[in-house]
């Protein structure tokens, strides 16, 4: 960074002779992260049929999630939850993301559901041992390979009365260890105003279950944040239709679904709220979710691990951790 | 003038031959050709009656298709249940019976409804308690049927279950499998595809495939359309290959009228377009009422008493002959019930009418010594 002199004052604080060049660091930030580019791990619950694998589709307007047709001929319903991780490189502006898709077919399709939600649980308290040894690590990696889950898109059945004892069962589990967002699948089943009511419903129950989903209230940092999530907050859960085929509306080309009656435009907020869901998870809180849940999540486990047996190896605790946070 | 009464005599001899036909016709004309219109007219005095189940977890749609179905209200008054108070719900069973009359027809239908049904964690065996009711039905009647009054037996049984497939699988869940496997000889199950407005017509149009397949391949034994008489036209039988091909039935119900290409129907409005329940094109509402209630509904009740009602009642006789075979007792060719039917009185009926038969055996001896003295 060159001097150069200019009269410039920064506002609050000492008046600098010159231009040091400070600022440029977010440049230099940014470009590092574009290099390395990041992760991103998502998780899809819902029972089967619910446009899972469609909506992930959706939102990163490419097929990273195989639709499953349902279960071939001689194919038969896992009787336990099953998870399948499937990662892909995607690329926009010059950033590569490493997206995995984190399915879960069988989940809520049996006819006794009970402690279906296990395997899901086990799963993501895996990864965060995984991440947890290779930070207690002597030798450490430079960059540990981050496959925690940062985010879980719990699929509600759109059924216009109520939730079902197995949505909150599950949220209600598993709101503490990963980032819930609950979305109202397959939205063009009900009407505009059945799905207010609906979505009020919803929200009560979700309250009176003492279920917090992302993004939640205890940790909005400060009141700005706190305003802009409100919203977001009052808002969900989202009603969202998915569709990866297009169709022309108005001179346009849109994605959406096509019936005897009109087409659903997936992106149209007057149809659905997909356009809202995709811009508040990829364009405003994408980083957002990835660092509450290292912050928080991953911390609260790390914290419970370490707490029980008295810690893990002799070598590793406090030290390294603080130089590294 | 002589040639006018000639004429006049001709016309009459010629109309003559004729009158005495039609005497001849009228000696011939038995009148029972009228019998269809006695047997339509004491129906109608008598009305009829129907009990239609409807099954599938909560939010499919039942009420609302129900209510479009018979233009009723049923489900007026009733109150959601909240999340604690559905904790513990078990699957119940609830009755609405409602009159209707159209053009002097007089039909009671009576809708059994079955709340909670697939909505638990777990469902095992959650079907338990319907077919415990259509059991029930069954044995109420079979009572009634052996018993001595039977000028007024109510009819209870479950004539119909319209069971409602979600839309949003991809076939058929283990739940829908078990449900259709525990109640296939009890009752004539139809399986509809509920909310059928969320489908593009290809996504109904394959999900019906796979239905059918699947039924076929778990040996569920759908209610299946009689066969249509040879005689009947070609345009009918046509309409009845289609309607065979559409099954299961994709339903879309309302409650609300909207208003569309000028007409007030009842639909269903969305931002991007309209949903008219009796369009055909949108739905097989249409479809379904027609079967339901324009042609098959006394086909559905035949098949109930001569097919279901048949086979348990056959079922409960061998049951009950082998238990009485167990207590060693003889066989009765009338089943003896266990409980019921009032004793006291038709006892003393049995033990006059006894002693009546004494009476005249005793005087048909005397008179038959009577004359055998005579003779002699």
Redesign the interface.
Known sequence: PLLCLSSHNSSGGSTLLGYIGIDTIIEQMRKKTMKTGFDFNIMVVGHSGLGKSTLVNTLFKSHVSRKSAGWARDEKIPKTVEIKAVSHVIEEGGVKMKLTVVDTPGFGDQINNDNCWEPISKYINEQYEKFLKEEVNITRKKRIPDTRVHCCIYFISPTGHFLRQLDTEFMKRLSHSVNIIPVIAKADTMTLEERQEFKQRVRKELEVSGIEFYPQKEFDEDMEDKSDNDKIREAMPFAVVGSDKEYQVNGKRVLGRKTAWGIVEVENPNHCEFAQLRDFLIRSHLQDLKEVTHNIHYETYRAKRLNENGGLHPISSSDTQESNL | MDAIMLQEKLVERLLCPRVRTARQKEKQYVGFATLPNQVHRKSVKKGFDFTLMVAG????GKSTLVNSLFLTDLYKDRK?????E??NQTVEIIKHTVDIEEKGVKLKLTIVDTPGFG??????E?WKPITDYIDQQFEQYFRDESGLNRKNIQDNRVHCCLYFI??????L???DV?FMKALHEKVNIIPLIA?A?????NEIKKLKD?IR?EID?FGIKVYQFPECDSDEDEEFKQLDKELKECTPFAVIGSNTVVEARGQRVRG?????????VENQ??CDFVKLRNMLIRSHMHDLKDVTCDVHYENYRAQCIQEMTSKLAQDNRMESPIPILPLSTPDVDTEKLIKMKDEELKRMQEMLNKMQQQMHDKEQ
């Open positions: 977890e909560s939010g499919m959601l249940l909240n999340a604690e559905r904790i909505d638990a964690v777990n469902n095992n959650c979600p839309p949003f699988g991809h076939g869940r283990p739940v078990e909310k407005d969320c489908l593009t017509p796979r397949e391949k269903r409005l969305y931002p991007w377009g309209i949903v008219e094109s949108h």
